[in-house]
């Protein structure tokens, strides 16, 4: 059973970069394809970008130009960076991971509140 | 404008059978797999449904997935008022080339 935690700065400032963590436990990196997705208050939800070990990363195109995903194996981490934020960023942060591609999320991090305001 | 449509909400009596419908195209729903998510009030989705129509281990039988062409659906039989949440449909989406998601439906169980 993964499991995931998500974790990083909770308020920043437009214009600045959102930086969050998520460190898994009860797989190997190796195993799984590593999502971000996030859900902005009240609102649905919406895939950021995958990460698999050894592969490609994928990341919405809609953010691509502002998206970093990569990993951290020594520490069991994935990570986010989100640059140029403004306060349509703001929204739940979520770690996702499953055992196939596509939208295909097994598991699930509790999720991290952002909120991007000066 | 979410690249899958779904119902904003549905309703029925404890005890009854829910259908919520997901509707695509055939560059998402009709060419790849469905899944479908749970979200309680407060909490991360649940993974409720894979490839269009398979319960991961613990989901009771009362879910059940199907997926026709360019639509899926997802059954909820036996309504208890613990099924009042968000459900979500999701898909990859080639032409788009990044996983889509339905707006959500949010169920009632009055």
């Known amino acids: 059973q993964v499991q995931l935690q998500e974790s990083g700065p909770r308020l920043v400032k437009p214009s600045e970069t959102v930086s969050l963590t998520c460190t898994f436990s009860g797989g190997s990196i190796n195993d799984y394809y590593w999502n971000w997705i996030r859900q902005p208050p009240g609102k649905g939800l919406e895939w950021i970008g995958c990460?698999?070990?050894?592969?490609?990363?994928d990341y919405n195109p809609s953010l691509k130009s502002r998206v970093t995903i990569s990993e951290d194996t020594s520490k069991n981490q994935l990570s986010l960076k989100l640059s140029s934020v403004t306060a349509a960023d703001t929204a739940v942060y979520f770690c996702?991971?499953?055992?196939?591609?596509?939208?295909?999320?097994?598991?699930w991090g509790q999720g991290a509140l952002v909120t991007v305001s000066s | 404008q979410s690249v899958l449509t779904q119902p904003p909400s549905v309703s029925a009596a404890p005890g009854q059978t829910v259908t919520i419908s997901c509707s695509g195209t055939n560059s998402n729903i009709g060419s790849n797999y469905v899944s479908w998510y749970q979200q309680l009030p407060g909490t991360a989705p649940k993974f409720l449904i894979y490839?269009?129509?398979k319960r991961p281990s613990g989901i009771p039988d009362r879910f059940s997935g199907s997926k026709s062409g360019t639509s899926a659906t997802l059954d909820i039989t036996g309504l208890q008022t613990g099924d009042e949440a968000d459900y979500y449909c999701g898909t990859w989406d080639r032409s788009l080339s990044a996983v889509v998601f339905g707006g959500g439906t949010r169920l009632s169980v009055l």
């Open positions: 996702a991971s499953g055992e196939y591609g596509g939208a295909h999320f097994q598991y």
């Open positions: 490839d269009n129509n």
């Open positions: 990460f698999f070990y050894g592969g490609s990363i």
